[in-house]
């Protein structure tokens, strides 16, 4: 006999992303209403916020549930407040632009507290499956998002492409979960370790196959060379907003999986170290070189997102707690400072025919002097200047590299970024320095995207200078499990 | 013989004549009916074993639903008649074809080889190996005891996911009024009079 009581336990542990998907279905339901559907846009910020303070509520606490489907440890409880920051700030940015640009629709605000949805329960668990789902939940809002301006064709061209490539992934990922599954007869990651040498040494090779093509489905997610072709188009032709939700979320609950698969469950594979050390090397120095190239902010910001995903793999490679919790921060600060770049780009397209590309910013500094400033403290965030939070994520990841005796990775990852100083520079050399005939067209802010500006201004600054609260927030979020 | 060995041979020659049928057919209605004859003799087969569910699955789903849809598509494309096959292939890609063929009947000899062969399950403590759990395992109640307890969680998970995808998909086809101008607003509003109607 099935005892539901015991189901209805559960729920407890999944309160932060249950209020997130009530808070979509809200939207969803709302937006068909023409006399309700002004209100979707507070309906889907109001839910975020509850979903905010409930995963703040339940952070640091151990909780699994659902028959072991669901393990919300430190890591997944620190990774939920990540995700729904970021789809908060993604909705404020998102607000103005898409009415700007007249594809504002409920909607949006839907599909994001959805792909939200996805992305915690893909960290939050170690059951392979889960993750599966979580995976594809977190995806498909995505494709539609990505070709949200339906009559703009370079966004269809994303959308139909960044479709493509992630029903490719997936298979390459589903594969790899069946090849797993075959070798260990179990699709949770904690039996895996549990049996790991047994299962290696009765069904190693499938075990491999199963863990390369795991890799492979994932290193699309996360933009790894040599999986990182879609990477460019889909950054550029997707709506502003949604390039921003791209570059941090998806990309934090990539890694989130990531880490859990590679630091926890296939740790045993010794190999892999190696294997990641190239990867890193190729993805750093890939992105970087071809954002070398690009004229298009949108598309330099797309390359830099390879290669800062390359610095987070050199943790893969380094492993251990340490790196677990230099990995963290750096998402955390990428997230931070990134949305903050992608914020000042949106508000930029705001202004009436504008694309984005390095032209435009000619002429800011004296047509708008603040804002030029941000960008300019966001800039050097990227390219990892002290006293930035970027210098100091850097600074922990590489020390971690060494420390743990890959000084040759540390040594390429220091000058990658000298080479990412050349690119970074030209969007300053060219909001300050770049004549202009006729003066540069004004910015007008929104109370929503000053809020995000100046949130990700003192995240990027205030933590850059006194790094402590957020390092001890990355280190408590190792993983814990059950 | 056996009257489980008379049904059994029966449905299994029904299952693969149907098949044979279906890809060797050039009225795609005709396909698709022998399609569901295959099916209907595979769900025999299925509660042959003692899986009463994937039976059941197979006949309500399949041949009840998706084949029933498949023809309703026939229907309102209208496609009578014979199709014609085209261009010939390619030397090469029948090549490919006839390996890849090749390639499959020789998978399938093993697979039957190492079926009769006892030493699949011969170390059931082995990680890599499945064993059956219950003598008839596959019945409604195993069905439903795993899904609604192990795997409660991603089988919810999965209702969120079509939901999502039917979600995108009407807004990326939907046609909004303010989209195409003023052709087309009063077109839909054409097309409002006569639902109201």
Sequence with gaps: MIDFSSVADNFNVIYPELALLIGAFAVLLLGTVKRFAGLCTSVAGLTALIALWLAVDQFGTQQSGFFGMVTCDAFGSAFKIIFIAIAIVTMLIAHRFMIVKQIARPEFYALVLISTFGMIVMANTTDMIVMFLGLEIMSVPLYVLAGFARRSLQSNEAGIKYFVMGAFASAFLLMGIAFVFGASATTDLRRIVADFSYIIYHSGLYMYVGIALILVGFGFKIGMVPFHAWVPDVYQGAPTPVTAFFSAGPKAAGFAVLLRLFMFGFEGVAELSSIFWVLAVLTMTAGNVLALLQDNIKRMLAYSSIAHAGYILIAFAVGGEDALSAAIFYSIAYAIFNLGAFAVVVLLETRSGCRSDFSELAGLSKASPYLCAVLALFVFALTGFPPTIGFFGKFYLFSTAVKAGFIWLAVIGVLNSFVSVYYYLRVLKVSYFDRVEQPALSVSYTPAITLVLLITAAGTLGFGLFPQKLLEFAQSAVFAFL | ?197
Excluded: C, H, W
């Excluded at chain 2, 008379?6 to 009916?33: D, E, H, K, W, Y």
């Excluded at chain 2, 003799?41 to 059941?56: D, E, N, P, S």
């Excluded at chain 2, 498949?70 to 390996?99: C, D, H, W």
């Design chain 2, 1 to 197: 013989m056996t009257l489980d060995l008379v049904i059994f041979l029966i449905s299994s020659v029904v299952a693969v004549f149907g098949a044979t049928m279906m890809i060797t057919q050039r009225n795609p209605i005709a396909s698709v009916l022998f399609m569901i004859l295959s099916l209907l003799a595979q769900a025999v087969l299925y509660i042959q074993l003692g899986a009463l569910f994937m039976g059941a699955v197979l006949v309500i789903v399949y041949a009840g639903a998706i084949l029933v849809l498949f023809l309703f598509v026939i229907m309102l494309l209208n496609l009578r008649g014979r199709e014609s096959l085209g261009q010939p292939s390619p030397p090469i890609s029948l090549t490919v074809k006839y390996a890849l063929a090749v390639l499959f009947v020789l998978e399938l000899i093993m697979v039957v080889k190492s079926s009769f062969s006892s030493d699949v399950f011969a170390d059931a403590g082995n990680p890599g190996v499945m064993v059956m759990q219950t003598d008839n395992f596959g019945a409604v109640n195993d069905v439903a005891v795993l899904l609604f307890q192990r795997y409660l969680y991603p089988f919810e998970l999965t209702s969120i996911l079509l939901l999502v995808a039917i979600v995108g998909a009407v807004i990326l086809a939907q046609r909004s009024r303010d989209d195409d101008g003023p052709v087309d607003a009063a077109s839909s509003g054409e097309s409002e009079g006569k639902a109201a109607e």
